[in-house]
């Protein structure tokens, strides 16, 4: 699972546990002023009077069925401009949260917090690689897979050298210790991490993988990553030097420039061959 599904269940398990709550505290409030107000009149009727007095407060919090609301339930008097009197009831926020439901809420919340924490501390899987190699000795042609392996472990004391340059298959190109995983659109280390490109950057290391010479002139790069622009070739200057750290840092694969016209990638095996 990747980072966006993950935090999209996340953001639903916060979502449903706030509009959980919401909706317990919705209906406990309804209720709670229900209560108030029908003790109200029930005070009022039993002192035959709407003089709001000490008596009176104490008579309306006992008329009340819920204990959670006595403490702070208050009586409220208001007047309009011909004198008129109304009564009304209220109380604390606190009061109407101790009787709502929040049970499900809480249980939301806690999935949402054990949710982020399995996310945080799970190791991601790395991701498999295709196998590729060719063999450099004892070349065996014209031959199916079965006949070549035969082959292969006739003699299992001779060590047959492996060349892990640029090697292609269905899913994935290899060049050093890179691997491009067309399915998967992403280039992976050896120890099979993923590499972590800007678009551009990763538009141009695929353009580099897919040339059989690993090479592309500072026109057909400008081309591809700047079609718009007339002349891009300070910006291509400041791409590359942002590149090659990434490349160094992570693989063998470095970034050469040939006489200020192309670029080209090479690894340090490669190199170390031919020296």
């Not at 700047?226 to 840092?249: C, G, N, Q, V």
Request: hydrophobic content about 35%; aromatic content about 10%; proline content about 4%.
């Amino acid at each position: 699972m990747n980072r966006y599904n993950s935090l999209f269940i996340f953001i639903m398990f916060l979502a449903g546990s706030f509009l959980s709550s919401y909706w317990g505290y919705r209906n406990a409030k309804s209720m709670a002023y229900f209560e108030m107000n029908k003790a109200l009149r029930k005070t009022l009727i039993e002192q035959k009077s709407y003089t709001i007095s000490p008596d009176t407060i104490v008579r309306f919090r006992n008329n009340i069925p819920l204990e959670a609301l006595r403490k702070h339930s208050r009586i409220i008097v208001n007047t309009n401009e011909n004198n008129k009197i109304t009564f009304a009831t209220e109380c604390s926020f606190q009061s109407i949260m101790s009787i709502s439901e929040q049970r499900p809420s809480a249980l939301m919340a806690l999935s949402a917090l054990m949710w982020a924490i399995m996310c945080i501390f799970k190791k991601p899987r790395d991701k498999e690689l295709p196998i590729v190699a060719t063999y450099s000795a004892n070349p065996i042609q014209n031959t199916d897979f079965n006949t070549t392996m035969s082959e292969l472990h006739k003699n299992d004391d001779e060590i047959i050298p492996i060349d892990i340059r640029l090697q292609e298959d269905v899913n994935g190109i290899c060049f050093g210790d890179i691997t491009y995983n067309k399915t998967d659109d992403a280039f992976y280390t050896k120890d099979g991490h993923e590499i972590t490109f800007t678009p551009m950057q990763h538009q141009a290391m695929t353009l580099f993988f897919k040339n059989q010479a690993h090479q592309l002139s500072q026109k057909d790069i400008c081309n591809a990553l700047w079609p718009k622009k007339d002349d891009a070739s300070d910006t291509l200057y400041t791409f590359i030097r942002r590149l090659k750290p990434i490349l160094e840092s992570q693989t063998d694969i470095r970034i050469e420039c040939l006489r200020g016209r192309a670029y080209r990638i090479v690894s340090n095996q490669e190199k170390e061959e031919k020296s």
